[in-house]
């Protein structure tokens, strides 16, 4: 996996960018109030492609992580379903984007530059725990746009908070502000809190629907575990050690 970097790259962005679009046009054709729901799961991706094809520093976390949130996503799918060729399609190609992706050549051109590792002053243990929580925060952003955007019978007030703190920390996780662990955190938290007042399910039509309960603990879940890295290290400043 150490060579091919370029090709690799521009086919994982390809991959996002069909995503992107496909979202994108679900979100005018999708069954009535789901609309906003594929449109932000559009948005999602199209953060993934810009950042991947522009070289952001994060850009490769966050496209590992939209890969592994897809792959989640098809296995659950399957584990319900069956091995619907749709499914298999969907989960493959998001595995690829994130083996497309692995590696120390391919960070070169990302997360392993010197000039960004120097601008926001990281040392490898500080770049490996940012990488972790990017990761852990792209594998969470889909469920909690399907869980806050998903239509329901039930108030949304909190699953919009959710949103919007998830949405806000990670804008400013990959701008290195330290807030924006705070805000990922209050995010898990409002998840959690909202739970209590969220229907089961997201009627699709035709009988199908989407379960909100489990889409908002697996968004718990993982929005905790993209603030875990940075806690210790939160609490010792805290306490000054």
Same mark, same amino acid.
């Given at each position: ?148 955007? #998903? &239509?329901?019978?039930?108030?949304? /007030?909190?699953? @919009?908070? %959710? =949103? $919007? +703190? ?5 804008? !400013? ?28 399910? #997201? &009627?699709?039509?035709?009988?199908? /629907?989407?379960? @909100?309960? %489990? =889409? $908002? +603990? ?5 929005? !905790? ?17």
């Amino acid at each position: 996996m150490g060579k091919l970097t370029g090709e690799r790259r521009a086919l994982a962005a390809a991959v996002i960018g069909f995503y992107m679009s496909i979202f994108f046009l679900m979100s005018f054709l999708a069954p009535d109030g789901w609309g906003a729901a594929f449109g932000g799961l559009s948005g999602v991706y199209a953060a993934a492609f810009v950042g991947l094809v522009a070289g952001y520093f994060w850009g490769r976390w966050f496209a590992i992580g939209m890969g592994i949130s897809g792959l989640i996503s098809a296995l659950m799918s399957i584990w319900q379903m069956g091995p619907e060729p749709m499914l298999l399609i969907y989960g493959g190609s998001h595995a690829a984007i994130s083996l497309m992706l692995w590696g120390g050549k391919m960070a070169e051109g990302f997360d392993g530059r010197a000039e960004w590792r120097e601008r926001f002053h990281l040392d490898e243990h500080a770049t490996n725990r940012l990488g972790k929580s990017v990761i852990r925060v792209g594998v969470s952003l889909p469920y909690i746009v399907l869980y806050a955007l #998903a &239509p329901r019978e039930s108030a949304m /007030g909190g699953a @919009l908070l %959710a =949103l $919007g +703190l998830a949405g806000v920390g990670a804008w !400013a996780l990959m701008r290195m502000r330290t807030w924006g662990i705070l805000a990922i955190a209050g995010a898990a938290v409002a998840t959690a809190v909202s739970l209590a007042d969220t229907a089961q399910f #997201a &009627p699709m039509g035709g009988g199908v /629907g989407l379960d @909100l309960v %489990a =889409l $908002g +603990l697996g968004a718990t879940v993982l929005l !905790a575990a993209a603030a875990a890295p940075f806690l210790a290290p939160a609490a010792r400043f805290v306490r000054g050690k």
